[in-house]
């Protein structure tokens, strides 16, 4: 239906989760009294001296290296000059031609299939220091402005994409995968309502004409505040620059015109047209003086590499060859983190059935979770305990239905699966008790043998329902089988 392809790169700034600025000894805690936490260095004040945090490079590196970049051995630092009020030193501390890694890839995949996997490559991702925050009439209902600089100097990477994503959705899959990838690293904590992971998304579409293809001028898309929010965004964008092309048909060949920044606003789901910055093509970058280049040994990145541990897609993966589960199921568990994972584990293979743990994790034990708002590792109810009751259903002690229950006692009393089937009652039934009660049941109801001798299949449920009156421990699959059986001989 669509005559064109959508083309999104996207920029990720990401805040390391580091105790300290890139460059100063400030604390980089979040959420403080504005300004308390400033230096010299980090305001810029003449003479103050810079003096790179170790730290934040490791995280860096371990970050570039899960992200398949290639790292070159000398890197350096560059200013890259503007005027704001948020940036007292007058330009920021980045990097330029010789990032600290360039050329990796990520490889996506939509859980639900609606795209095909894919890798995206990636740029570049490189270290650079953060400005401060302008807080426009929000101060206490202020009518003015004001600025706190303890964010000024918090070390950021910005992980830039080649323009490979080809929709919205893909979009939100990629801004997934990568904040699942930092969260296993612990190189952040990706808090996107703190700041802590900022995305700007460049979008433009190539329209097929009868003149072969037309490319829309590019837009950068900023003040996304969600990853829904981007994929909308997106989506909105892609129509926006449609409709407008629709209306002005820029001819194969023209210029097709700059580079624009538009905002996200959330209220209206709609972009707006932000003011120009003020020549923002020319920050004026060059190498900082106060600055030295950093020296990245191939020994240290191999060392970076042997102690990455186990990454997302990896576990995945393993997860669906050790335990026969589906990609989609290992995508559940694997975006609940590490902890969910090791339980997962754990019950699948003392339960021995991996498909019937990944369906209790994935409804029961992920639901209590959310509503008392618990993580795994405060849940009352180990995996060793949980297995227990996963192998009563298998052997028939309990059926699922009840299992259920018996799931809700052990959560809210602590007791194990036998204790507190034997408080309620459960057991399993005798085989030939069963029978005699089926038996019973058909002789007691002849319009319903007939009707099941008819194929109205459906004749049965009514037998369940007496049959679970009579006695709670029936198992209605068990008995429905059986039920349809002895019909059939009567
Ligand atoms: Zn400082
Ligand atoms: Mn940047």
């Known amino acids: 239906m669509t005559d064109y392809q959508i083309i999104i790169g996207l920029e990720v700034h990401v805040q390391l989760q580091t105790k300290t600025k890139l460059f ?3 604390s980089t805690k979040f959420g403080q009294p504005p300004n308390t936490q400033t230096c010299p260095v ?6 103050a001296l810079p003096v790179m945090n170790r730290e934040a490079f490791r995280l860096a590196l371990k970050t570039a290296v899960a992200l398949n970049l290639e790292i070159p051995e000398f890197t350096k630092w560059d200013r890259k000059n503007y005027f704001y009020p948020d940036l007292p030193k007058g330009y920021q501390i980045s990097q330029f031609d010789l990032p600290m890694s360039q050329n990796g890839w990520l490889a996506i995949a939509d859980p639900k299939d609606e795209f095909e996997p894919k890798t995206i490559r990636l740029t570049r991702a490189h270290l ?16 003015d402005s004001r600025i706190d600089l303890n964010r ?10 080649e323009p490979d994503i080809r929709s919205p959705r893909e979009a939100k899959a990629y801004l997934n995968e990568l904040k699942l990838l930092l969260t296993y690293l612990g190189v952040s904590d990706c808090n996107m309502q703190e700041g802590s ?8 579409l190539h329209i097929d004409t009868s003149d072969g293809k037309v490319a829309t001028p590019i837009v950068e898309v900023k003040n996304m505040n969600s990853f829904r929010a981007v994929e909308r965004a997106m989506a909105y964008e892609a129509t926006r620059q449609y409709e407008v092309w629709q209306e002005h048909k820029i001819k194969l060949g023209d210029p097709g015109g700059h580079k624009t920044t538009r905002g996200w606003d959330d209220q209206k789901q709609v972009t707006l047209k932000q003011r120009e910055k003020e020549e923002s093509a020319d920050y004026r970058y060059f190498p900082d003086p106060d600055l030295l280049p950093v020296i990245v040994k191939p020994a240290e990145v191999e060392e970076v590499r042997k ?20 990609p989609y199921d290992s995508d559940v568990i694997v975006n609940q983190g590490r902890d969910v994972v090791s339980y997962y584990e754990e019950l699948a293979k003392s339960s021995g059935d991996g498909r019937r743990a990944s369906n209790w994790i994935q ?56 204790e507190v089937m034997t408080a309620l009652g459960i057991e399993k039934v005798d085989a030939s008790a069963i029978e005699a009660l089926c038996r019973e049941l058909l002789e007691a109801n002849p319009q319903v043998v007939e009707d099941l001798k008819a194929g109205k299949m459906k004749a049965v449920g009514a037998l369940i329902g007496q049959a679970k009156k009579r006695n709670p421990n029936v198992n209605p699959g068990q008995f429905k089988d059986l039920c349809l059986k002895l019909a059939e001989e009567m």
């Open 24 to 26: 100063c000894r400030c």
């Open 42 to 47: 980090c305001i810029g004040l003449p003479g």
């Open 128 to 143: 650079e220091d953060d400005a401060g925050k302008s807080m426009h009439d929000e101060a206490a209902g202020k009518a």
């Open 152 to 161: 000024t100097g918090t070390p950021l990477l910005e992980i830039v994409s």
């Open 197 to 204: 992971l900022r995305v700007d998304g460049n979008i433009n």
């Open 307 to 326: 102690n990455l541990g186990e990454l997302p897609a990896q576990i995945r993966e393993r997860l669906e060859t050790a335990y026969g589960i589906d």
């Open 363 to 418: 409804q029961d034990v992920l639901r209590t979770l959310n509503e008392n708002e618990m993580s795994i590792t405060a849940f009352s109810i180990s995996a060793a305990s949980l297995s227990e009751l996963l192998k009563a259903i298998d052997s028939g002690d309990v059926d699922n239905t009840r299992a259920k229950d018996v799931f809700a006692e052990m959560f809210s009393t602590g007791k194990s699966a036998y």
